[in-house]
């Protein structure tokens, strides 16, 4: 008898260690740590005054940009203390620069570490309100600003909530109210690996407006970039360990229901969207072990995946961007415009490309 329960212990011994090796086979195919980077290179030029990554970037109608810049994030690497920036580009300018943008009001500065960033426009006067992911000390809280000169923001309220407490992007649909993702549902790292390891999708969207915080969507290994359609009719949402893109349509009392899932066959970060043809742009990690573990000599690439059609039957994508990493590490965001197109980064640089 004694025997046998050796022979169970240990056969038990043996599955676990199998199961715990296939789960982290698992991981790493999560991770796509065998992936190369095919590299298919634009004609582009760094921008000049970013220096320390542009992980979210957004453009307006008429070209404004917004770029946050400075993220200290925890597990990736950052090379300045100085606090995040949010800087302002005009794309309709023969030579467009990106410019610091000043911000008054109450917020501290000091701390000041910004993430996904959105911008709603109010139609009645054309008001713009940015919103910024901010991560002081690595809380998480949602800051309002109002854009009231060329150059300075105003800061209008920080939005911290309970549901609200990992907050990576966001997308604004009112003067106070947005949808935010969450990419970790519990605040341990470690807990959130075994989630991963598990393949046990826990991660939400949640909408927020002073009336209501409720979840909206649930069910993502790690919800990331967010983004709307530009009917303002369905919502785009990154579930970047998953490799998928998912739609979700707004219905009335802002309740979103699923539509489909789109493979992208990489780490997916930030989601923008043309505003002329609605096309779908991703920035994306090819690689996700070179990011986790940064090494200068053989640093993360960037890829820019395009989505066509994204609600057809048959959704076209295409390689719009890729590079090894010696041109741009770590791509997180690609934003188009009128024949450009500008590439961020988590903590590199950025890049203002030519489509044509």
Same mark, same amino acid.
């Given at each position: 008898m004694a025997a046998m329960k050796k022979v169970l212990a240990a056969a038990a011994v043996v599955a676990f260690a199998a199961f715990i090796g296939y789960k982290f086979l698992k991981l790493n195919e999560?991770?796509?740590?065998? !992936?190369?980077?095919?590299?298919?290179?634009?004609?582009?030029?760094?921008?000049?005054? &970013?220096?320390?990554? %542009?992980? +979210?970037?957004?453009?307006?109608?008429?070209?404004?940009?917004?770029?946050?810049?400075?993220?200290?994030?925890?597990?990736?690497p950052w090379f300045s203390d100085e606090p995040g920036k949010i800087y302002i580009l005009d794309l309709l300018h023969p030579k467009p620069t990106p410019v610091e943008l000043q911000i008054?009001?109450?917020? +501290?500065?000091?701390? #000041?570490?910004?993430?996904?960033?959105?911008v709603y426009t109010d139609e009645a006067d054309d008001s713009v309100y940015l919103f910024v992911v901010n991560h002081p000390q690595h809380k998480s809280q949602v800051e309002i600003f109002h854009l009231v000169q060329e150059d300075t923001l *105003?800061?209008?309220? @920080?939005?911290?909530?309970?549901?609200?407490?990992?907050?990576?992007?966001?997308?604004?649909?009112?003067?106070?109210?947005?949808? %935010? @993702?969450?990419?970790?549902?519990?605040?341990?790292?470690?807990?959130?690996?075994?989630?991963?390891?598990?393949?046990?999708?826990?991660?939400?969207? *949640?909408?927020?407006?002073?009336?209501?915080? !409720?979840?909206? %969507?649930?069910?993502?290994?790690?919800?990331?970039?967010?983004? &709307?359609?530009? +009917?303002? !009719?369905y919502i785009y949402v990154s579930d970047i360990v998953d490799h998928e893109i998912n739609v979700y349509e707004r219905q009335e009392g802002e309740q979103l229901v699923f539509v489909k899932s789109v493979a992208v066959g990489s780490l997916c970060d930030n989601i923008e969207v043309d505003h002329k043809t609605g096309d779908i742009w991703l920035g994306c990690h090819p690689n996700g072990q070179k990011l986790a573990k940064y090494d200068p000599e053989d640093p993360a690439g960037s890829e820019v995946i395009r989505?066509?059609? &994204?609600?057809?039957?048959?959704?076209?994508?295409?390689?719009?961007?890729?590079?090894?990493?010696?041109?741009? *590490?770590?791509?997180? *965001?690609?934003?188009? #415009?009128?024949?450009?197109?500008?590439?961020?980064?988590?903590?590199?640089? %950025?890049?203002?490309? +030519?489509?044509?």
């Open positions: 999560m991770m796509l740590a065998s !992936r190369e980077m095919p590299v298919k290179h634009l004609n582009c030029q760094y921008l000049k005054n &970013i220096e320390y990554g %542009a992980e +979210d970037i957004t453009i307006l109608k008429d070209g404004l940009a917004f770029l946050s810049t400075g993220l200290k994030y925890p597990g990736l008054k009001g109450e917020l +501290d500065l000091n701390s #000041f570490n910004p993430h996904g960033i959105s *105003v800061h209008l309220k @920080t939005i911290t909530h309970p549901l609200l407490h990992s907050v990576n992007d966001i997308v604004a649909v009112g003067k106070e109210s947005f949808y %935010a @993702t969450n990419d970790h549902y519990f605040s341990s790292d470690v807990v959130h690996l075994l989630t991963l390891i598990l393949d046990y999708p826990m991660c939400e969207v *949640v909408y927020y407006s002073p009336e209501e915080v !409720r979840v909206a %969507a649930n069910g993502f290994l790690s919800a990331n970039g967010i983004n &709307i359609s530009p +009917d303002r !009719r989505i066509k059609n &994204i609600l057809s039957e048959k959704p076209v994508l295409s390689l719009e961007y890729g590079d090894n990493g010696h041109v741009l *590490v770590a791509s997180t *965001v690609a934003a188009p #415009f009128e024949g450009k197109l500008l590439i961020g980064s988590v903590f590199h640089k %950025a890049l203002y490309c +030519d489509l044509k």
